[in-house]
């Protein structure tokens, strides 16, 4: 195995890490974490939240960081030229990103302090519900085309995209 092979490997298993704990980390926020702290008294609920808050943010702000690098390395550098003339497949990678990026502005939103996110704030389980179904169609659809859509070379003959 040469070195470039590793270091896309390296990208992919960053890329797939960082996924993993930041939607993690959002379920457990929405599923655990908030209806535990909804039970106990507004000031300790305050204090956590801030303690909390703090801790992952950074966290998320981390996390979209390295999706974002390995992710167009990956896009570019690797996947890309191997479903070159393949339509369906940019179409579907176009869509998982444009939906990505709406996973990243809700996250960041959600851990922020900007002033006009404050509804946003005000509801977390509404917003994380939606994040993290967001995030599961933008898994599903990188599975879907890693799965179904072979690379162009690997392709049938009667596979092959019409002149």
Known sequence: MDADTLFNILMRVVHVMSAVVLLGGACYVRFVLLPAAAELPEAEHAALRERLLSRWKSIVHRGIGLLLIT?????LEVT???HRGQGLYHMLMGIKILLALGVFFLASALVGRA?????????????LTILIVLAGVVVGIGSAIK?????????PADAAPAP
């Not at 799965?147 to 392709?155: D, G, N, R």
């Open 71 to 75: 992710g167009f390395y990956n896009y």
């Open 80 to 82: 890309s030229p191997q």
């Open 115 to 127: 002033a006009a996110f404050e509804g946003l704030r005000r509801q977390p389980r509404q917003w």
């Open 147 to 155: 799965v179904a859509l072979p690379p162009a070379a690997a392709a």
